[in-house]
Each structure stands twice: as structure tokens, then as C-alpha cells.
């Protein structure tokens, strides 16, 4: 429901470079001007969703392939990308006149993700979403346990 095959689960955990069969790394390579958003910066890029569940629905694009949020190291470098993510993602919710307040951010978590990259999902107003894809596909307490998971590892 969000655009995404279930395809590329078995690329290698994380490189620096582009991997070849991954539609978001080819997306990225090919820097199409009607496709990426801003802002852009060396560590992210956004696009539209294809299929979007509200009227704006967004993903953050790690610009490195990254399998998932569950890749990330207990480094700085990690900290500091995921948060330029999320500030990204909320400064191009700003930008298209958003509540933050009615909005629903979140990563996949494995096993719950569909294309091995990376993104972060930003939709908004997440009151307009059906009622499939705020309890079930987007649930909130999802990525509260993702993010909670994410920063206990972190810590540990
Ligand atoms: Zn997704
Ligand atoms: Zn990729």
C-alpha cells in the first residue's frame, strides 16, 4: 500500500555506494529534478510515495543504501543522519503548509519493510488516512517501538 514491491530484502546489509537492483538507489543516481524534492542534502533526498495514503506523503531517502533504521551503528555519524532525516521530513511537511500536529512519521522495522533502503515515511494530516493504514500499515505505536527500540540499542 505504499507504492513498494516486495523486492531487493536480500541486498547486502550496508555499503556506501549505489547497489545495483534497488529502485531508490537508481532514483537517487538518476537526480531527476521533477522527482527529488527539497530540501537535498548529501545525506538524504526526498520524493514523493507513489501511492500516497494522505494528501502529502513523503520519503526521506537515505542517500546512502542502507537496508533499514535497523542498520544503524551506535555511532555519532548514524545519530546525526537519522536526525537530519527526520528534520528533513518535517521541513518539507513545513514547507507544503502541514499541522506537525496531525501528522505520522515513521521507519519500517524488520521484519515490516518492503524495499530494502532505507526511508523514512512522512504523511500528512494522518487524520484523512484510512482507517487500514492509521491502525494497522502506519500505526504510530509501531515506530514508537521502532524508535524506542532504536534508542535503547543505542544507548546499551
Ligand atoms: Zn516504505
Ligand atoms: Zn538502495
Not at 28 to 51: G, H, Y
Not at 102 to 107: L, N
Not at 125 to 139: E, I, Y
Request: glycine share 2%.
Amino acid at each position: 500500500m505504499t507504492g513498494e514491491s516486495p523486492t531487493n530484502t536480500n541486498i547486502a546489509e550496508t555499503t556506501n555506494t549505489r547497489v545495483k537492483n534497488c529502485i531508490f538507489c537508481d532514483l537517487i543516481a538518476a537526480n531527476d529534478p521533477n522527482t527529488i524534492l527539497e530540501p537535498r542534502s548529501d545525506q538524504f533526498v526526498i520524493i514523493k510515495d507513489i501511492k500516497p495514503v494522505a494528501t502529502h506523503h513523503f520519503l526521506v531517502l537515505c542517500d546512502k543504501h542502507i537496508k533499514s533504521a535497523k542498520s544503524l551503528q551506535p555511532n555519532e555519524q548514524d545519530c546525526n543522519l537519522l536526525k537530519s532525516m527526520v528534520a528533513a521530513a518535517k521541513q518539507i511537511l513545513l514547507n507544503n503548509g502541514c499541522d506537525l500536529n496531525d501528522t505520522r512519521m515513521g521507519f519500517h522495522w524488520p521484519p515490516f519493510y518492503s524495499i530494502g533502503h532505507m526511508h523514512l515515511h512522512a504523511i500528512s494530516p494522518a487524520s484523512s488516512m484510512s482507517v487500514f493504514n492509521r491502525l494497522v500499515a502506519f500505526n504510530p505505536s509501531f515506530s514508537r517501538l521502532c524508535a524506542k527500540t532504536y534508542w535503547l540499542q543505542r544507548q546499551k
